[in-house]
């Protein structure tokens, strides 16, 4: 793999992997992407650990990471999320972290994700005293 070129922004960067990608995944973490902007007009990208798309409002949101199988969706302080509607699905058993596995042809919660997006920024802004 190539290094990145450190003249593209990250979210240049987010998009070419979109495009790399050309299937499923690179549709899904598209969608993700766009709901999240939705839910987060504030949200910067970031492009860290070789490649993995990251959204940070305050701190780490969330990583999008594509697998063969799979785009992961991982956030840091999930387990200190409330999600009611269920839609964490991996990685449940951490203190910290939960994630959501999208394979091909899952539909996502939309207004349940966004909510999840919300409260990570909300998390994120209580500053520890």
């Given at each position: ?31 993700v ?41 991982t ?31 899952d ?23």
């Amino acid at each position: 793999m190539e290094k990145p070129d450190q003249s593209k922004s990250p979210s240049e960067l987010i998009t070419e992997k979109i495009a790399e990608l050309g299937d499923w995944r690179g549709k899904t973490l598209a969608h993700v992407r766009k709901l999240i902007k939705e839910a987060d007009p504030e949200i910067t990208e970031e492009w860290k650990w070789r490649g993995v798309p990251v959204w940070s409002d305050r701190g780490i949101i969330c990583t999008g990471e594509s697998y063969k199988s799979h785009v992961k969706l991982t956030f840091l302080k999930g387990a200190s999320i409330e999600d009611p509607e269920g839609i964490f699905n991996s990685s449940l058993d951490g203190n910290a972290r939960r994630a959501i596995d999208l394979h091909e042809g899952d539909k996502i919660n939309e207004s349940a994700f966004k909510e999840i997006i919300r409260a990570a920024v909300k998390l994120n802004s209580k500053k520890k005293k």
